[in-house]
């Protein structure tokens, strides 16, 4: 009996110890305002140079070297070894691009076309329609009859007329489903190059 009296008396003076310290303490620190690296981060994201796009600007022509299966990322399911939209490519509007396609997959079919950006793709293409006339190589829709694997090439070519947020597509079944495809995005500032 005296023992739980005395523990009593002691937590409530401990409460009210607390509740006195509490009122003492300095008022939060006001959240920090966001960092100035935000910014930087959106400046260093504009597109890089790379050794697979050449621009022209006085002919007003892109040449864009693209490579399907040329590393093992994603089970060669790529583009120049990017999946999933991990990378952009930019082109300034109005420029006339040619695209130089390479299967190096030894086993799969592979195609490209310039679709519009969308947060996923169908497992099968019912229409695979290019956003720009000639954007997209042929038979793009077939596991046996697009760009055959082990080397196989195709060239396409368009004029990047209107300026938007596209994408580089592998319509072939299940592919783009699997995360082949990257942006494709046509610059009305004219910058040029890759985000990633
Ligand atoms: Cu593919």
Redesign the pocket.
């Known amino acids: 009996m005296m023992k739980r009296s005395t523990r009593l008396t002691l937590g409530a003076f401990v409460l009210f110890g607390c509740g006195g310290g509490e009122s003492d303490q300095p008022s939060p620190a006001p959240a920090p305002a966001p960092a100035p690296a935000a910014e930087a981060a959106a400046t260093a994201s504009g597109p890089m140079a790379v050794d697979w796009i050449s621009v022209d600007d006085g002919a007003r022509t892109v040449t864009i070297d693209l490579v399907?299966g040329s590393t093992d990322a994603n089970n060669r399911?790529n583009f120049n070894g990017y999946a999933n939209g991990e990378a952009t490519v930019v082109v300034p509007a109005g420029y006339a691009v040619t695209l130089n396609f390479e299967n190096r997959d030894p086993v799969?079919y592979?195609?490209v076309g310039v679709l519009e950006r969308a947060a996923s793709y169908p497992p099968i293409f019912d229409d695979a329609t290019p956003v720009f006339d000639g954007a997209i190589t042929t038979n793009a829709t077939s596991m046996t009859e697009a760009t055959a694997p082990g080397g196989g090439t195709e060239s396409i070519s368009f004029t990047a007329s209107t300026a938007g947020e596209y994408a580089l597509v592998?319509p072939?079944p299940a592919?783009a489903v699997t995360g082949?495809w990257i942006g494709f995005d046509v610059s009305e500032s004219g910058e040029s190059g890759v985000r990633s």
Do not use: G, Q
């Open positions: 399907a399911w799969n592979h195609s592998c072939v592919h082949m």
